[in-house]
């Protein structure tokens, strides 16, 4: 089983439709988990941080479910410029140096 | 803030040649991860690095590649003896602490030819 999973996807979905992808990991230890976006070809920039009270910003929504081990990101009202690979990433903490593991990535269409 | 800074953004070395890559961490960053990642694919983990200290190296192949961060100066990957396999985006990261997200430079592209 791999550290973090994501649906590879692609998600093809209309303009103005609302979208959300899961993430699991397997880790219990994991302290922090990030969602990141990366445009094709581009370098992957920090979108949210994932709180366990769960946190929003403006059309994004991430939540954190410790006892089911994922994570979801919630978009609403898409974008065409929405169009992007979504990483999840997570944070082992002390025991592994603190490493970052990134799941593959679910890429997300945005259709007119 | 300059944000990471990575050059050059596109090398092309032919096989047996050595390729360097830099990276200059945000301003007050000094921690320091460097990634590969191939053609459709995600990113995979190279090595971690403090100031003149390699913390986690465990995503490096064995040989031909090596990194380094010195007291002064950027972080450079180093693979010598570049093989058509090697060719792919390296990308470098920097935070200010070990726990938190990181901030990433635009990459370098390498071809192997």
């Known amino acids: 089983r791999k550290e973090v999973e994501q649906d590879p996807g692609p998600f093809n979905v209309p303009e103005g439709a609302t979208v959300a992808f899961n993430c699991t990991y397997s880790n219990s230890a994991s302290q922090s988990f990030f969602w990141y976006r990366q445009d094709c070809r581009k370098e992957p920039k920090l979108l949210m941080s994932v709180y366990s009270s769960g946190n929003e910003d403006g059309r994004f929504t991430a939540q954190l479910n410790r006892a089911s081990q994922y994570i979801s990101l919630l978009i609403r009202d898409s974008k065409l410029s929405d169009s992007a690979t979504y990483l999840c990433v997570v944070n082992i903490g002390p025991g592994s140096n603190y490493q970052l593991i990134w799941g593959a990535g679910t890429k997300l269409i945005i259709k007119p | 803030n300059a944000g990471v800074m990575q050059n050059p953004r596109h090398l092309v070395r032919r096989r047996g040649q050595e390729a360097r890559l830099r990276c200059s961490p945000m301003k007050g960053h000094s921690h320091v991860y460097w990634y590969r990642q191939l053609p459709e694919e995600g990113l995979k983990f190279m090595v971690y690095?403090?100031?003149?200290?390699?913390?986690?190296e465990s995503g490096m192949p064995k040989e031909r590649f090596s990194a380094e961060f010195p007291k002064e100066g950027p972080s450079i990957l180093r693979i010598q003896q570049v093989v058509r396999g090697d060719s792919a985006a390296y990308f470098c990261a920097s935070s200010p602490d070990r726990a938190g997200g990181y901030t990433f430079g635009s990459g370098t592209r390498l071809t192997v030819v």
């Open positions: 690095l403090q100031k003149e200290n390699i913390i986690d």
